[in-house]
């Protein structure tokens, strides 16, 4: 059974501080990819990674940066957190162009 | 440029009736993968089906089916005697060989299903 799991489902910190948000896969998937959700926004993709220590901007890549270190693990790095990155965010692992395997959900609350 | 179009924002119905889920896409490649996830009050999105572009065959599983037309650029989703438990919001979404693995979403349709 794939699986994507994701460090907190629930988390809340105070704006200025320095988050980590990990992600796990066990698929052996060689594309990872970090997006955002928002009520009326959908979902929208932050970074993606195609391989090791390979990252790529997505649509709304400001105030986030990525870490991947190791094939199966993805971190995602907000420098210095503000009540706009209040959001669900969402992991995701793949293999070439097909489906997507997504997390649980983080539910970030910046306060 | 790609683009994925889910016209029906909400759609509340009453349990057992059948439900349509309407899905346009737009793509200039020839190769391309179509998507329907299911994202529960949960929140994790979960992975139904993928068609691909040279694949028009309908798929059926269980209360599920999909109709994909390439003429109408569509890929439609059906729920027949629709449940409490398929209250969820639903995304379609597509990739194109040509911009590699990443996708686009529509805005996904929010199925309410009244007991």
């Known amino acids: 059974d794939v699986k994507v799991t994701q460090s907190s489902r629930y988390l809340v910190k105070r704006t200025g501080e320095k988050v980590f948000l990990e992600c796990v896969q066990d698929m052996d998937h060689e594309n990872m990819f970090w997006y955002r959700q928002d009520p009326g926004l959908g979902l929208r993709l932050i970074y993606f990674?195609?391989?090791?220590?390979?990252?790529e901007k997505g649509d709304i890549p400001e105030g986030y940066s990525v870490s991947r270190e190791k094939k199966e693990r993805f971190s995602l790095i907000l420098e210095s957190a503000s009540t706009n990155q209040t959001s669900m965010y969402l992991c995701?692992?793949?293999?070439?162009?097909?489906?997507?395997?997504f997390g649980p959900g983080t539910r970030l609350t910046v306060t | 440029a790609q683009k994925v179009t889910q016209a029906q924002t909400e759609i509340s119905v009453v349990e057992k009736e059948d439900v349509t889920l309407d899905c346009v896409y737009e793509t200039r490649d020839t190769t391309y993968y179509l998507f329907w996830y299911k994202q529960p009050p949960s929140g994790e999105l979960v992975f139904l089906i993928r068609?691909?572009?040279?694949?028009?065959q309908n798929e059926i599983s269980g209360r599920y089916s999909w109709n994909f037309q390439k003429s109408t650029s569509s890929f439609n989703f059906t729920i027949t005697a629709s449940q409490v438990v398929d209250s969820a919001v639903y995304f379609c979404a597509l990739s194109e060989k040509s911009y590699g693995q990443n996708f686009v979403f529509g805005p996904g349709t929010r199925l309410s299903v009244l007991p």
């Open positions: 990674s195609y391989d090791v220590k390979m990252k």
């Open positions: 995701a692992s793949s293999s070439g162009p097909r489906e997507q395997y």
């Open positions: 068609r691909n572009s040279f694949d028009e």
